[in-house]
């Protein structure tokens, strides 16, 4: 990834049967505050987490709007649907 690149990015819980949606310029960095680092967000209830869709954008504006999309009802049936 570049450094104008976007990832829209999706979590699952198996543990808990969780899923986040998210997006971020360094997925990698992201990955492991969801996992280790972060200590009061939603994520840190349902711990541990692992990426089950991502997709790559040009702007943040169009990550943005993706990732709005997916929190939709419609978008999370869609992030569900990978699960299955």
Known sequence: MNDSTFVVYALYSERFKKIY???TSNLVARL????ELGTR???VK???????HTELFN?????LKREKKLKTA???Q??????K
């Open 41 to 43: 967000s939603y994520t």
């Open 21 to 23: 949606i998210g997006y």
């Open 32 to 35: 492991r505050s969801h996992n």
């Open 74 to 76: 419609a978008g999370r």
């Open 59 to 63: 702007s943040k504006s169009e990550a």
């Open 46 to 52: 349902y711990r541990p987490w692992k990426v089950i």
């Open 78 to 83: 869609f992030i569900w649907s990978l699960v």
